[in-house]
């Protein structure tokens, strides 16, 4: 079975990393960078990290993460890269779209939410959204969550040529067919 996970922040003991912190919409779990390098190797959907050209994890262009919140010590949160025009001490990770056009979203104090186009807009405007959308032509787009490389990335709302949802049949014995619930498209089973 392959999750698809979402890196949220980096938790720091003083300056020396102890890890990341990742959701996959059930639960929260934690992961070290040589995990996270090993688990992108294999294929795994992991989104917020890439790993880079010298083998240390970077964040991942595809995913339009623009920054990671570092968890220091007890209430302290800083973002990963210095930017002098975000002063927020909270990032949020857009994780989808609903069926109503609303975005799915999980912030780096692990709120789980649901946010109207506009008030997404406003947010990454404000830079408050690190990863998973981007403003492209005052349209929101979010990027394309298949690591196969079969869709495109999603422009306000609309999937450009995303490919559709189908329902796999697999035959465990001779002469019998089993259905199995694949979602293609969301990563469950």
């Excluded at 306000?156 to 697999?170: D, F, L, S, Y």
Aim: net charge neutral; glycine share 10%; charged share 30%.
């Amino acid at each position: 079975m392959c999750m698809r996970r979402f890196v949220i922040s980096r938790t720091m003991l003083g300056n020396r990393e102890q890890g990341w912190v990742l959701d996959d919409g059930v639960s929260i779990s934690e992961m070290t960078s040589k995990e996270i390098v090993t688990a992108l190797s294999k294929g795994q959907e992991i989104y917020g990290l890439a790993v880079g050209s010298d083998g240390t994890l970077v964040p991942d262009g595809e995913f339009f993460t623009r920054n990671i919140m570092e968890h220091r010590q007890v209430g302290n949160y800083k973002p990963m890269i210095d930017d002098d025009e975000c002063v927020a001490n909270v990032f949020y990770i857009v994780t989808g779209q609903n069926e109503k056009g609303e975005y799915t979203a999980i912030s780096t104090k692990h709120e789980r939410t649901v946010l109207s186009g506009e008030r997404c807009r406003v947010m990454l405007e404000m830079k408050v959204i690190s990863a998973g959308a981007k403003l492209e032509d005052g349209r929101i787009v979010l990027p394309c969550l298949d690591r196969a490389g079969n869709g495109k990335e999603k422009a306000g709302g609309t999937e450009k040529a995303q490919k559709p949802v189908e329902k796999k049949e697999k035959a465990s014995k001779p002469g019998k067919a089993v259905k199995a619930d694949t979602d293609e498209n969301s990563g469950t089973k």
